[in-house]
């Protein structure tokens, strides 16, 4: 409702100051519901399914997580205190941010369903601003809070894409019920007949000359990040770009 002043659920008290103590707690729920997501995708994860995987009454969890929204965000913030960031940052911002991109990617991989989540507000839940201290951290010697701010979002832009089309194509693949070698050959004709045409020279260097679409996964998310990185390096002021690449 307009005019009515948004409560956060880390605003929330999780119990109240007096009565019995709550049957259940807020971590209980949401790792249930990431239980549930993990398996059978996020929107399996209902209130109700969520209630019979940990024994209690539907209605009675809305006292403890009040709206789908609030569920989403404990979930989201849970699955970012998964990223490891000890010892962030290091002096080595070069180290850290890559770092913290591969555990980034290694967390959505683990739960695929998360590409699925459109957040447009941060929810600055415990997790997330634990992030954004650790990773953040690691260039603000560097930086005014503005430049880091927008080299920050080149660097998630970049994670969050690759990580989404990978989940996308994998997702692809299992649908078909084909390998994925079997699912890459599907285009194979099609390849030939416009390599064999002449018309398309620049496509036909890809196919024929090009390395990257021929390195795993993992090689391709590791070149893609080298260039972000190299180009968070080229904004630095001259002589703080020590930490370059090895």
Request: charged share 30%; glycine share 8%; net charge neutral.
């Amino acid at each position: 409702m307009a005019g009515v002043e948004h409560v956060s659920i880390w605003m929330r008290p999780e119990r109240p100051a007096r009565g019995p103590k709550p049957a259940y707690s807020r971590a209980q729920i949401t790792d249930a519901a990431i239980r549930i997501a993990d398996a059978e995708g996020l929107e399996a994860a209902t209130m109700r399914r969520i209630a019979a995987e940990i024994g209690a009454g539907a209605m009675s969890l809305y006292r403890y997580v009040p709206s789908r929204d609030d569920l989403i965000e404990l979930m989201a913030d849970r699955l970012m205190g998964e990223i490891d960031v000890a010892g962030l940052p290091s002096g080595d911002w070069r180290a850290d941010l890559t770092h913290y991109a591969g555990e980034v990617r290694a967390m959505w991989l683990r739960h695929r369903w998360i590409a699925t989540v459109q957040r447009s507000l941060a929810g600055l839940g415990p997790s997330q601003l634990l992030l954004i201290e650790r990773v953040m951290g690691a260039l603000d010697p560097h930086l005014s809070i503005d430049e880091n701010l927008g080299l920050m979002a080149i660097l998630h832009g970049y994670v969050e894409s690759a990580v989404r089309e990978e989940i996308s194509s994998a997702e692809e693949v299992r649908r078909s019920g084909l390998s994925e070698p079997e699912w890459m050959a599907r285009s194979s004709p099609r390849i030939r007949q416009i390599v064999g045409s002449g018309e398309y020279p620049i496509f036909t260097k890809i196919v024929m000359e090009a390395r990257h679409p021929r390195l795993s996964r993992d090689d391709q998310f590791r070149y893609g990040l080298e260039r972000v990185l190299d180009c968070i390096a080229a904004a630095l002021p001259e002589p703080r770009r020590r930490s370059r690449r090895r």
